[in-house]
């Protein structure tokens, strides 16, 4: 029997200094984990998903592991101590540890959130063969059979490179299935490495061509996100009803700093509609958990709780929320709509909640009973709830527009009214009439006092707080009519003579000296 002190102490053999990548490379390679991360990733990983699986450990994240149940692997655990103390005993590249083959065939207790990732079923041994690559789960998809051999695609530098596969029906019962049952699909899988559970992964630069046919399909997933590419559906451009015409699938490469790994698959496809049926009877998040984690938070006295707006459309699609569900992980109360998310992780699996953008696998995700009740109690329209620190909720209420408390309009807005009448042939501008609302008599009382009490004041004030009257334009007018003409200043007058200067006797019209650049005027 393993006691707690033994584990504590593998623990902290882990994190110590001595322990550095290549060992822990080596022991997340031995025991079916990614290797891709900084040191601290590789040992927590170790800790977590391995010695977390092995004896159901409770993780602490303040005093460590503290907490382990009877029901334990002691064999799992003397091997991982192994390697942990001896890194000599860290099987060599290319040799398949036994926890790969136990991970796939044996259910494993829930962990963490990104513990499903690694841990998830598997293809079954039984269609494993030789060069057989592991390759991550998806909940779109189960394993049937792999077709064809495991192509190694050596690196290319400088050039372009093809490796194909050949199939045909009659070499495959498989295959076989595919033409007779269309939830069967063939779909290219490639990989970076072959050793340990992988992700799918093309070369940058790649395209799959099938019996000389261009296969269009987006081989590098989304940008910065590993484990976003989907495998390649190729059922269509196969000939697989004729048996003994041989199919090449064919793989096109270039620019490669390393090798990939290429594999054919035989998948049953798994609709969205079953797993949205899976999870609504599966894990819940019960209403009164929800409630009780309100009420913590209500009574912690760094908190300040006040009423928030909870939102009922998934903020995906933005239509009301048929099927609400979050992470068991999720610290938030908002949800989002089951068959909305798991459409878009079928598009890209990046599998991250889009309200706190944590980690949300499949294997994570639960219904919110607290959300789902308020759903049934309020109508389609509703789309927003108000909720209270305690946990009680009661419809939105949107704030209506200010207006003044007497109900009156305020006579400034006079200015901006202009009213146009006519009386016989001439047309005056003035300003209307205000016409107030009907005033119930208390409030109009009330307001005569308030004139009365001002009045005093107006008076001391003069003319000048008097409202300016408006303007009156008489458009009937004619410009003609002016008082006094615009006086202009007269031409000058030249005779021909002088225009010509033929009169030398003629005496020249008068011209003022105009002053020059410098302030002088010029000399006559």
Not at 421 to 428: A, N, P, Q, V, Y
Not at 438 to 452: F, N
């Amino acid at each position: 029997m393993v006691g707690s002190q033994e584990v504590d102490q593998l623990v902290r053999r882990v994190k110590g200094a001595g322990m550095v990548n290549k060992i822990l490379h080596g022991i997340c390679q031995a025991e079916g984990m990614s290797k891709v991360g900084v040191k601290a990733d590789l040992q927590t990983r170790i800790i977590e998903m391995r010695l977390n699986q092995t004896f159901q450990l409770t993780l602490m994240l303040t005093a460590g592991i503290q907490l382990y149940n009877r029901n334990r692997d002691d064999r799992s655990f003397s091997r991982l101590k192994s390697m942990i103390e001896d890194p000599t005993a860290i099987p060599q590249p290319g040799f398949q540890s036994n926890a790969a083959m136990a991970t796939s065939s044996s259910p494993l207790p829930a962990g963490p959130a990104s513990y499903a990732s690694y841990h998830a079923p598997g293809p079954s041994p039984a269609v494993r063969g030789q060069g057989y690559l592991d390759f991550k789960p998806s909940p779109f998809y189960k394993f049937h059979e792999q077709v064809g051999e495991t192509k190694t695609l050596e690196v290319m530098a400088n050039h372009r490179h093809a490796s194909s596969v050949t199939l045909r029906t009659n070499q495959s019962a498989a295959l076989a299935k595919v033409v007779t049952d269309p939830s069967y699909r063939v779909m290219v899988f490639c990989a970076g490495d072959n050793h340990g559970r992988q992700d799918i992964a093309f070369p940058h630069q790649s395209e799959v061509k099938v019996n000389t046919g261009d296969v269009k399909a987006n081989l590098r997933g989304l940008k910065n996100k590993p484990g976003s590419t989907r495998p390649v559906d190729i059922t269509k451009e196969l000939r697989l009803k004729v048996p003994n015409y041989n199919n090449t699938v064919e793989l096109t490469y270039a620019l490669t700093t390393k090798k990939f790994y290429l594999a054919i698959w035989v998948v049953k496809l798994v609709p969205v509609e079953e797993l949205v049926k899976k999870l609504e009877s599966g894990r819940r998040i019960a209403k009164e958990t929800v409630l009780n984690d309100m009420a913590s938070k209500a009574r912690d006295a760094d908190i300040v709780a006040t009423a928030s707006v909870l939102s009922l459309k998934c903020p995906l699609s933005t239509l009301r929320i048929d099927l609400p569900c979050r992470s068991i992980s999720c610290r938030h109360n908002q949800c989002f709509d089951a068959t909305s998310y798991l459409q878009l992780q079928e598009q890209g699996p990046t599998w991250l909640c889009p309200i706190c953008n944590n980690s949300a696998p499949f294997e994570n995700l639960a219904v919110d009973e607290y959300v789902r009740d308020i759903l049934r109690t309020t109508s389609k329209h509703i789309d927003q709830v108000t909720v209270q620190p305690s946990g009680k909720w009661e419809l939105y209420a949107r704030p209506e527009p200010t207006s003044n408390s007497n109900g009156i309009a305020s006579s400034d807005d006079d200015d901006d009214l202009v009213e146009i009448t006519k009386s016989g042939d001439s047309i005056r501008m003035s300003t209307p009439r205000t016409y107030a609302t009907p005033v119930p008599a208390a409030v109009a009382a009330a307001s005569r006092m308030r004139e009365a009490s001002t009045s005093s004041s107006a008076t001391r004030q003069g003319s000048t707080s008097a409202k300016r009257p408006a303007p009156v334009i008489d458009l009937t007018s004619s410009g003609d009519e002016d008082d006094e003409p615009i006086a202009r200043q007269p031409k000058r007058q030249f005779t021909t003579n002088s225009l010509s200067g033929l009169s030398a006797s003629s005496t020249p019209a008068y011209r003022p000296a105009l002053p020059t650049s410098n302030g002088y005027s010029p000399r006559t």
